[in-house]
């Protein structure tokens, strides 16, 4: 190793000259070398004190007491004690063998400039070369000396280096003011080299023996305890040792420095060896213990790490036998905590090309991240080899026992993660893997009860195979054969029921293939096992909204959100989804008060192809659809059409309900309509189109052996109000022969608009429906003709009055031919009813008649008004009322057969206004 500079070597040849100018005038007279030492140095305005010099020529020693040298500026050199013992004779071959060197309490001051020494302690080293170059010129550089110290010991020692343009950010010194410049001091208690150090005239430097350093500091950043170096070797610009101890280090941890800092415990090294032109190492037996690495919140700890062997150089790194206990790490607020790490043949071939290595094992790792606190059990990695700047492979990656917590709260846990045949291509941006596995995965979330609950579980997720590629900032996956078991979404909490865990739950999911691009596309999507629970509250609506939790509103929640949308209107494409005949779907509902239940099971599904979003066009028009349920225990639906999916949602499907059992649905009808469903089964066909949001469809009804059970208070029935007759004289009008109600609903609107309910629309439609099937149907006996656009019920129901002449009890013909229409129509309708309401008027009172004055008999009218009526006038009009009734019963009985008791009679009355007509009311 050469000199650095002429300079340099001039400045090394005058001091070895001043070394033999003061022994020389020690053997002299030692205070003759005093005054001139104290006399040189004030020259160059230098105060200088001695205690005590001597040097002894004859048995080759120096000593030096109490040497103190300072200048006008502070600047310092100083000695306490100083000690050399030399062998004489090679002085004169250039070379220099010193035995021993003690110095105790050495200060020394340095400026530099850009790292160049300007003034060592208080002399100026510019013009001290000056002089040098002045009193022995030479046209040749001077050759080198060898240099060749036995021991070296070295207490108390100060070394202080200030340099103007050289900052602490330059040398990368973490300080609180880095862009100061740099002023700081080495210092350190005892240093011990105990046997030689040579150094050649080429330069080359040996060191064999030990090494001992205690209380080292560097003022603001270094503190170190202890150092120990055994065996030490530098020779051909190798570095050998056979044990290194270090203790009790602390780096960037005093006053005046950022929080960052590094301490350490023990570090522990032995057979080590380096070489520096090949920069390689080998390491047989590495330990440390209590390192601890801080930036303010982030962190790093080790209790211990143990490495068997370890060989390297920058173009080969090979590690075996590594054992990590107990490490802390942290950024930015995260932190982690690994207990056992170990590895296999580890290998970093020419670094930043290649690695290779049997594997590693990582276990009980633990970490934060804010308020979140994250555990896994055990890591594996096998068999990878890869360059980490173009191409990685890996054998095999296993997670064992992984959760994650947050404030306290589940968040995830896993049981299992396994990933074989991984290869990463860094160069191309793709990531390819032979098989995924994932198993006892559970994840939580807070629902709306502020209270986390388990959201989703799932016994085994496999993936046959995946690709991920990155390419113009587009991201591509492909994933094939992915296989869901034992899935179960949304815990059931806040509900009772024995059977139902979770509010949906998946025996097997399987998917074909998914592809993600510019679009997303899944393959053929087949569940297996579908059951669900869905609970319909009063106030809270369905079930499903007790777990959509929103946080409060801000900014950076919207902008998310945002992102989320645009990142959804992607077009999804599903090639087939498939429900088995095993699906189940559960409704409790509590708007009754008291829960009813009811089940659709054997449910099948089949849709094919679905598109969800994007811009593209639909393929076919729209996914064609089948689906199929058992609904409770009789009523079978069955729909087929075709779905377009998109923001408009277009439906076209045709479809029919049979045998549906409604005396189920008894409570429901009770509450809506006022009447009870005591027997009868439904069949629907039906057809419905949505296009646009608007929606037009038909219903067509059969029930079959339909009745109802009693009126609940009949005059405030809803249907009763609506209908203008009670609801069963309706129905009854609709029955055929065998007991059967056709019935046709169309339902139209605008689901775009606000106030459209389509409960709202299907009560209104059905009682106009009823309306106008019984109007149509009896519009041919003359009651009320279509045309005219009434729809009156209770008006439609009414035939025209049987009346009488004042006083005649008997049917003419025309009453005759009225109750004849009546009579076909409960000869047609055996559940049909015939209201018969008779009344008299003043007309049929006996006449009453006078002779006047000129002889004449003249007929006096009564004058009308119940005061002019007597009791036995109100009696003969009431009988005659009666009569008149039980006549038109008498005629309906006698020609049609109709029974008696389907002939239901008013309570009789009379009329009181003296134009009224005698009449007997018919209504149905």
Known sequence: MTLPTPKLQRLYVFLLALFIVLVTLVVVKSHLMHWYLVHWFDKHGVTLEVEQLTLNVYNSNFELDHFVATNASGRRLSVDGLSVNWQWKPLW?????????????????????????????????????????????????????????????????????????????????????????????????????????????????????????????????????????????LSKQRLDWTALKLDLVEVFGNEGVSDSHLSMSALSVAAVGIELDNRGADINLLKLSGLVVSNQDSGLAFDNLVVDSLRGDINNVELSGLSINKINGGFQGAEVQIDNLSTKNLAVIDVGKQLKGEGFELQNVQGTFEEFVGRAGRLVVENFVGNPAEQVNVGAIKIDEVSVKQQGNDLLQLRRFSVSTVVVDIAKQQATLQSLGLT????????????????????????????????????????????????????????????????????????????????????????????????????????????????????????????????????????????????????????????????????????????????????????????????EQTGQLSLKGVVVPDKSLKIDIKGQLQHLSLPAYSNYSARHIGYRVEQGQLDVDFEVEINNGQIDSNFALLLKKFELGKLQQHEQSAANNELGVPLPVALNLLRDNNDNIELSIPINGDLNKPDFSLSSVISTVTFKALKTAVIYTYSPLGMLSMASGLVDLATALRFKPLVFAPGKLELDDTAKAQLDKAGQVLGKKSKVDLVLCANATLQDLPVVSIVDGKGKTVIVPHKGGAQAISDTQRKILLDTARKRHRAAQAYLVDTYGIAAHRLLLCNVKFDKKADSKPIVGVSI
């Open 440 to 631: 006892g995965v559970n994840v939580w979330q807070k629902a709306k009860d502020e209270q986390h609950h388990k959201a989703a579980s799932f016994d085994a997720l496999g993936i046959e195979s995946a690709q991920l590629g990155v390419q113009s900032q587009q991201i591509s996956v492909q994933v094939k054969g992915l296989e869901l078991t034992g899935l179960a979404l949304l815990e059931n909490f806040g509900e009772t029921s024995e059977t139902h865990r979770a509010l949906v739950t998946l025996k097997t999911l399987n998917v074909d293939n998914i592809h993600v691009a510019e679009s997303i596309d899944v393959g053929k999507v087949s569940l297996n096992g579908f059951d669900s629970l869905l609970v319909l509250h009063p106030d809270d609506g369905l079930n499903v909204a007790k777990w959509l939790y929103s946080a409060p509103d801000n900014k950076d929640q919207q902008e998310q959100q945002d992102d989320i949308t645009s990142a959804a209107a992607k077009q999804i494409t599903i090639g087939q989804v498939s429900f088995g005949d095993d699906a189940k779907l559960t409704l409790v509902e509590h708007t009754l008060g008291k829960p009813q239940t009811h089940q659709l099971s054997k449910l099948k599904l089949s849709m094919a192809p679905i598109v969800l979003g994007g811009q593209g066009t639909t393929p076919l028009g729209g996914a064609d659809v089948n689906f199929s349920a058992l609904i």
């Open 93 to 233: 071959d250039r070379q220099i063998i010193i035995d021993e060197v003690t110095v105790n309490t050495l200060k020394l001051d340095v400026v530099g400039n850009m790292f160049k020494p300007l003034h060592i302690g208080p002399l100026d080293l510019a013009l001290l070369v000056n002089e040098v170059v002045e009193d022995k010129p030479t046209d040749e550089p001077s050759a080198p000396w060898a240099v060749d110290i036995g021991a070296i010991k070295l207490t108390d020692f100060e070394v202080c280096y200030r340099d103007e343009k050289v900052h602490y950010a330059d040398v990368g010194l973490p300080l609180k003011d880095a862009n100061k410049p740099l002023d700081n001091c080495l210092k350190w208690q005892t240093l011990d080299l105990d046997t030689r150090l040579s150094l050649s005239e080429t330069g080359e430097l040996t060191l064999l023996g030990n090494v001992g350093l205690t209380a080292v500091g560097v003022k603001d950043w270094l503190t170190l305890g202890n150092l120990t170096v055994n065996g030490l070797n």
